[in-house]
Nanobody, 118 residues
Framework: QVQLVESGGGLVQPGGSLRLSCVAS???????????MGWYRQAPGKQRELVAT???????NYADSVKGRFTISRDNAKNAVNLQMNSLNAEDTAVYYC?????????WGKGTLVTVSS
C-alpha cells in the first residue's frame, strides 16, 4: 500500500514557527531511490502551489514567498521529508500537502492544515 502521511499542522500566531513532517510508506518508495519529495499548499479559493522540494540528491527548490523563512530537509533512509516554517504570517494559512515524485509517478498525502492567526 502506498501512503504519504503528513503531520505537524495546527494553529500558530503570526511570527511563530511550525514543523511539518511527511513519511512515505510502501515498497515503491524504496525501489525508486532517485526521486523528489516536497511540499505544496492550497489556500482557500486558490490553486495549489509549490512551497519547497528536495531531490534525493539534495537539490532544493523554494517558492519566492517562503525563501529565507522555510527550510526543507529529508531523511532518505526513512522516506521522510520535513518542512521547518519560521516567521509565519497569515498568507501562509493553507492546507499543506506532501508529494513524492519519481519518473512519471506522483503520490500525494491527504494534507495537514496550517492556520496562522492571532
Amino acid at each position: 500500500q502506498v501512503q504519504l502521511v503528513e503531520s505537524g499542522g495546527g494553529l500558530v500566531q503570526p511570527g511563530g514557527s511550525l514543523r511539518l513532517s511527511c513519511v512515505a510508506s510502501g515498497s515503491i518508495f524504496s525501489i525508486f531511490c532517485i526521486n523528489v519529495m516536497g511540499w505544496y499548499r492550497q489556500a482557500p479559493g486558490k490553486q495549489r502551489e509549490l512551497v519547497a522540494t528536495m531531490s534525493s540528491g539534495g537539490i532544493t527548490n523554494y517558492a519566492d514567498s517562503v525563501k529565507g523563512r522555510f527550510t526543507i530537509s529529508r531523511d532518505n533512509a526513512k522516506n521522510a521529508v520535513n518542512l521547518q516554517m519560521n516567521s509565519l504570517n497569515a498568507e501562509d494559512t493553507a492546507v499543506y500537502y506532501c508529494k513524492w515524485t519519481a519518473l512519471s509517478m506522483n503520490y500525494w498525502g491527504k494534507g495537514t492544515l496550517v492556520t496562522v492567526s492571532s
